[in-house]
């Protein structure tokens, strides 16, 4: 048998779609007045109608169909003006209705894309070569979450499992692509781009690890150059880009070595496991029609008139991509730097708000946002609120650089100061005893005292001893205590020394 890089190279080709579960970070659920938040005791936030007690009747929380029309608008989803909510009938010991309230045949928006940088990475994780490329999101729906069954860690273990049905009832989107991704890496780039997006609009918090976003990866495999799809299997419940990014791999490999082996892909759920770094097999794929939906009864269509469609779309935020795009355009970033500078909202408001107090300069704003401010704090927490250094007062330091007054070494201390006393770059100038000295008239003063108290180096640099300018640089450099500009004090020496 071959070896897989050859095999992906130049046999097969793995065709991957994703289904993603993110939670919308409203304060109450979806159906209920019950908090919806992370981390309460057990079964704290229930009452008869998460809980799935007889009689109870479900009311739509107003705030689900506006956070969920951000989240289209940030994927590009088009939104349907009528949508139906539809039981999906199944049963499990969290889902205690015996049936989840999700979307079927009419979601809440369909037809999406985003259009993102991608790339494939070498062995240390390091992209190789970024492109743009569209990848089709085929629908969003809106559901509910069910609560969450606990099998281990808990008192007697191994005789008892536990429910909790604190996330019953939390709103969550489901966002289904269309399988346009062929390795795992689009599918870690769509993942982490679609988080940003999200966060971005303020729709989810992209908590990976309270489960704000999951992601379940339907993959198969298929001869290259074949139009039809292969039997695909999907792996559920990913929470983590890397667990995404290594699960898939997993099963690519997986699939193609059953394939050479003379074997068939079953359709099937699988489950990763970290710890063994492999997929399993969880239980038969079901199909829509083992579900029954039906339309719920309980609940009339969801309507979204034009006018409250085109009144979210208009408080809807310049989203990541086209920010970064405008970024690398405007300011001339590179591809990675404007990246960077649009990991979240908060960062590029930073960004942008330095750029435009520095008059414009782009370049020394994101050297010193890069290179020092965010060698303090890691940028995801950088904003306006919580930074040591204001845009305006990073703005201030980099004018002092522009007129003189500060060399990049002095700005660096200073820097240092506003970091930690939080006053602004010209009074700590002014405690400093003053920046670095620009003055031309000043310096060749200085420059002329040198030259005159050292006759001799001066003969033998006039005589063609070139080397010893250095030592002239390094006498004014003393006389002033360091704080001459370098580049004056060149000019000033040279025109001294060099004059007949
Ligand atoms: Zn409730």
């Known amino acids: 048998m071959l070896d897989l890089a050859t095999l992906l190279r130049e046999k097969y080709e793995p065709v991957i779609g994703l289904e993603i579960h993110a939670q919308l970070n409203t304060r109450s659920k979806i159906f209920c007045p019950c908090p919806a938040d992370f981390g309460a005791e057990p079964n704290a936030n229930t009452c008869p109608v998460c809980l799935g007690l007889p009689g109870a009747l479900p009311t739509l929380n107003q705030g689900v169909p506006e956070k969920a029309a951000f989240a289209a608008f940030a994927l590009n989803l ?42 494939e ?23 509910e979450d069910a609560g969450k069954s606990l099998h281990e860690g808990m008192p007697d273990s191994a005789n008892s499992s536990y429910v909790n049905l604190n996330r019953s009832g939390v709103p969550l989107v489901e966002i289904v692509s269309e399988p346009d991704f062929r390795s795992s890496w689009e599918a870690y780039d769509y993942v982490q781009y ?22 379940d990866a339907n993959v198969s495999i298929r001869r290259r150059g074949s139009e039809t799809l292969g039997t695909r299997t999907e792996t559920k419940n990913l929470n983590s880009f890397r667990f995404i ?29 970290e710890r063994e770094a492999r997929t399993y097999a969880m239980r038969g794929k079901e199909e829509a029609h083992d579900y029954r939906y039906f339309p719920e009864p309980d609940l009339p269509p969801l309507v979204m008139s034009a006018e409250t469609i085109a009144a979210l779309r208009a408080q809807t ?8 795009r405008r970024f690398a355009e405007d300011y001339g970033l590179s591809l990675e730097d404007s990246t960077l500078m649009t990991t979240t ?17 782009a370049r020394a704003a994101f050297n010193w946002i890069a290179n020092e401010l965010l060698a303090r704090i890691p940028v995801e927490k950088l904003s306006l609120a919580t930074s ?14 522009a007129d003189g007054t500060l060399s990049n070494k002095l700005a660096k201390e200073v820097f240092e100061q506003m970091l930690t006393t939080g006053k602004p770059a010209k009074a700590i100038v002014q405690a400093l005893g003053g920046g ?22 001066t003969a033998e640099y006039r005589a063609g001893k070139t080397p010893l300018f250095a030592f002239f640089v390094g006498q004014v450099m003393k006389a002033t205590k360091g704080k001459a500009n370098p580049q004056v004090v060149n000019e000033a020496l040279k025109r001294l020394l060099d004059a007949p």
Not at 388 to 401: D, K, Q, R, T, Y
């Open 78 to 119: 088009r939104i349907n003006e009528v949508s139906v909510f539809s039981r999906k009938n199944y049963f499990y010991p969290d889902l205690p209705k015996g049936y989840q309230i999700s979307q079927y045949d009419q979601p809440f928006s369909v037809a999406g894309y985003v259009e993102i940088p991608t790339s």
């Open 121 to 143: 990475r070498d062995e240390t994780g390091r992209p190789i070569a970024w492109r743009l490329k569209r990848f089709r999101i085929q629908r969003m729906h809106i559901e």
């Open 194 to 215: 679609l988080r940003r997006a999200l966060l971005y609009v303020n729709a989810c918090d992209g908590n990976l690890e309270e489960g704000s976003l999951r992601c």
């Open 245 to 273: 990014q290594r699960a898939i791999d997993y099963e690519i490999a997986r699939q193609i070595r059953v394939i050479e082996e003379g074997g068939r892909i079953v359709q099937e759920t699988r489950l990763w496991n």
């Open 317 to 324: 935020p310049e989203l990541p991509e086209p920010r970064r």
């Open 345 to 361: 909202r908060e960062a590029a408001d930073f960004f942008e708000a330095c750029v435009k107090a520095a008059g414009g300069q």
């Open 388 to 401: 040591p250094v204001s845009p305006a007062g990073l703005a201030e330091l980099i004018a002092l650089i």
């Open 436 to 457: 670095q000295v620009s003055d031309a008239g000043q310096i060749e003063t200085i420059a002329a005292e040198v030259i005159a108290a050292n006759p001799k180096q």
